[in-house]
């Protein structure tokens, strides 16, 4: 018998791929949604975490320095290690956070309430089609917003860190 998220993911990936989703839900409403949930629960609900597992990358500005905050889908690679994909909703620029870590990949992440330090790595070309297999194992069709945007997709690998103590 199928999971209801397995049913929910069934029904809501195909919308994901349409143009009302790239051009609108996606990158201007559902940010809101994300925040105004993030605060009515503390920070320990998302919404997309509903369908997939998600966290909240903490990133400092490359060009500001300012604390950031992006809420993604990550897909887990072993070891308690995430891989992030920059797709910005097919968006023909590559999201601001996938600058953020070429520029400091030092971060933290947030995931069901705990927070941790992360290194990111940048997924080497011989690994992208390995890893987009993996992402498309968990939600179908998601290098679609690759192929939508004209670009390639920065992938990143997040692995945990230990802070040093001060």
Same mark, same amino acid.
């Given at each position: 018998?199928?999971?209801?998220?397995? &049913?929910?993911?069934? $029904?809501?990936?195909?919308?994901?791929?349409?143009? @009302?989703?790239?051009?609108?839900? #996606?990158?201007?409403?559902?940010? $809101?949604?994300?925040? &105004? &949930?993030? !605060?009515?629960? +503390? #920070?320990? @609900?998302?919404?997309?975490?509903?369908?997939?597992?998600?966290?909240?990358?903490?990133?400092? #500005?490359?060009?500001?320095? *300012?604390? !950031?905050?992006?809420?993604?889908? /990550?897909?887990? %690679?072993?070891?308690?290690?995430?891989? &992030?994909?920059?797709?910005?909703?097919?968006?023909?620029? +590559?999201?601001?956070?996938?600058?953020?870590?070429?520029?400091?990949? %030092?971060?933290?992440?947030?995931?069901?309430?705990?927070?941790?330090? @992360?290194?990111?790595?940048?997924?080497?070309?011989?690994?992208? %089609?390995?890893?987009?297999?993996?992402? *498309?194992?968990?939600?179908?069709? /998601?290098?679609? /917003?690759?192929?939508?945007? #004209?670009?390639? @997709?920065?992938?990143?690998?997040?692995?945990?860190?230990?802070?040093?103590?001060?």
């Amino acid at each position: 018998m199928p999971r209801v998220v397995d &049913v929910v993911r069934a $029904v809501v990936s195909p919308l994901t791929r349409t143009r @009302v989703f790239r051009r609108w839900i #996606g990158p201007q409403a559902l940010p $809101v949604v994300e925040r &105004v &949930v993030s !605060r009515l629960t +503390h #920070g320990r @609900v998302q919404v997309s975490a509903l369908l997939v597992p998600s966290l909240v990358l903490h990133t400092i #500005g490359a060009k500001s320095g *300012e604390a !950031r905050d992006a809420p993604l889908m /990550y897909c887990p %690679d072993g070891q308690g290690r995430a891989i &992030v994909a920059g797709t910005n909703f097919a968006g023909a620029r +590559h999201p601001a956070w996938t600058t953020n870590l070429l520029a400091h990949p %030092d971060a933290e992440i947030t995931v069901r309430g705990r927070r941790m330090a @992360v290194c990111a790595t940048p997924i080497p070309e011989a690994e992208r %089609d390995a890893t987009w297999s993996r992402i *498309e194992q968990q939600w179908p069709g /998601y290098r679609n /917003y690759e192929r939508a945007s #004209g670009r390639t @997709v920065r992938l990143f690998r997040l692995q945990p860190v230990r802070k040093a103590e001060s």
